[in-house]
Nanobody, 124 residues
Framework: QVQLVESGGGLVQAGGSLRLSCAASGRTFSSYLMGWFRQAPGKERVFVAYITRSGATTYYADSVKGRFTISRDNAKNTVYLRMNSLKPEDTANYYC?????????????????WGQGTQVTVSS
């Protein structure tokens, strides 16, 4: 089992940047596919990005491609989401998630563990 704790959210102006971090407990962090999801008020939680266990492969939602970068440091048990050129529509609660089973997925039900979320608010 793994516990996830996000940090780094906040209020930023449109066009600005933030870096989110997600610290994981446990000694098997490198065995998890790690993903970031977000949920805006009144909307469903949606996929943002994932990174494979070695960090060799990343995948992004079209809405963030070219602006967001996911990365991980397996030695520090941490996954990051660098967010540039932020837009008001990026405003949401951002969650990191871990998938224990093999393979890669973009749906929420495919992930086994979730953090509590960190709020990102982008003002226009």
């Amino acid at each position: 089992q793994v516990q996830l704790v996000e940090s780094g959210g906040g209020l930023v102006q449109a066009g600005g940047s933030l870096r989110l971090s997600c610290a994981a407990s446990g000694r098997t962090f490198s065995s998890y596919l790690m993903g970031w999801f977000r949920q805006a008020p009144g909307k469903e939680r949606v996929f943002v990005a994932y990174i494979t266990r070695s960090g060799a492969t990343t995948y992004y939602a079209d809405s963030v491609k070219g602006r967001f970068t996911i990365s991980r440091d397996n030695a520090k048990n941490t996954v990051y989401l660098r967010m540039n050129s932020l837009k008001p529509e990026d405003t949401a609660n951002y969650y990191c998630a871990a998938r224990e089973r093999p393979g890669v997925e973009v749906i929420t039900s495919a992930y086994d563990y979730w953090g509590q979320g960190t709020q990102v608010t982008v003002s226009s």
